[in-house]
């Protein structure tokens, strides 16, 4: 069984979906309707940068989504592959909303403008400065969760992503995560700075919940025609009301990407096909389990070679 990924932030890069952009008179037409709706050139943006503006999450999260779009729209029109039988779509993070918009359940301008609003909220949530990331390696997720638990009066560190075995994203305060991460190199663990503009699926979000929860709850979305795994639950979902409120919980609540690809594995799930921009999800998937196949669509080549197969 096949099952389609969507990446998320961290995935980005000037150029990304470059040689797909202006091939086709429709994804053409897709780049148009797409800074018409944003009001701003994200097409130059994403062509020609700069990076730093481009990694600033209010810009990265309608990219990210724009360009697995186009992809899954060109796969669609130039290529059999999606007449295959699938069995869950799911995304990281925002790629959740690509894997909807995918599914039928969100429209393209609808997913757009969801984005647009959840990244300026998630960007606004914190000033910018205040809070980062910082990706831990080489530990299971019980261990880290006990030495986050035995430290929090003194660094509050909050899991974000639980990527793979062996890589773990907190988010929090620079502050604390400069401590935490002190503490943990003492203990001999690896820990990396990331370059993000904001601490990520925490309570730290709050106020981008609060601002997000009535946009989301005002959308007229559809049942989306496969089955989503959701970044919450780790768990398939299908109805417009659990669309709404895991969108909402999402903001705040851990990625959950390791339980998700276990899940869709346990379900039949032996082929993953990653859909977007750059292989960070495919890299992940191998870690989390080497036995199942896994495919990157990023380019025309990519799609070409898929067609010959």
């Not at 403008?113 to 914190?126: F, H």
Request: hydrophobic letters at 40%.
């Amino acid at each position: 069984m096949i099952s389609i990924v969507f990446p998320g932030q961290g995935s980005q890069k000037v150029g990304m979906g470059s040689d797909l952009l202006n091939k086709f008179n429709y994804t053409k037409q897709i780049l148009e309707k797409a800074d018409d709706i944003l009001g701003y050139t994200l097409s130059k943006l994403i062509l020609n940068g700069p990076q730093e503006k481009l990694n600033q999450t209010t810009f990265t999260q309608p990219a990210i989504y724009l360009i697995g779009h186009i992809i899954f729209e060109v796969l669609k029109k130039e290529t059999k592959f999606l007449d295959n039988k699938f069995g869950y779509f799911a995304g990281h993070s925002l790629g959740e909303y690509t894997a909807l918009t995918s599914a039928n359940a969100i429209s393209f301008e609808q997913g757009l403008i969801l984005l647009k609003n959840r990244g300026e909220a998630m960007q606004s949530a914190v000033p910018l400065g205040e809070g980062g990331m910082l990706a831990v390696l080489g530990i299971q997720i019980e261990e880290l969760e006990k030495i986050i638990n035995d430290n929090f009066k003194q660094t509050k560190c909050y899991i974000a992503n639980d990527n793979s075995n062996g890589q773990i994203i907190l988010s929090g305060k620079n502050s604390d995560l400069s401590k935490f991460s002190i503490l943990l190199k003492e203990k001999k663990i690896k820990n990396i700075n990331l370059s993000v503009s904001a601490p990520f699926h925490c309570e730290l979000m709050r106020n981008a919940t609060l601002k997000m929860k009535k946009i989301i709850n005002d959308q007229d979305l559809k049942k989306p025609n496969y089955k989503i795994v959701s970044n919450v639950t780790a768990k398939e979902y299908s109805t417009i009301d659990e669309i709404k409120d895991l969108l909402i919980k999402q903001i705040e609540s851990p990625v959950r990407w390791r339980e998700s690809i276990e899940y869709m594995i346990s379900q039949g799930t032996s082929t993953f096909v990653e859909i977007g921009p750059g292989k960070v999800l495919s890299g992940l998937i191998k870690r989390i389990n080497k036995e199942v196949k896994v495919l990157n669509i990023d380019t025309l080549e990519d799609i070409q070679v898929l067609t010959n197969d």
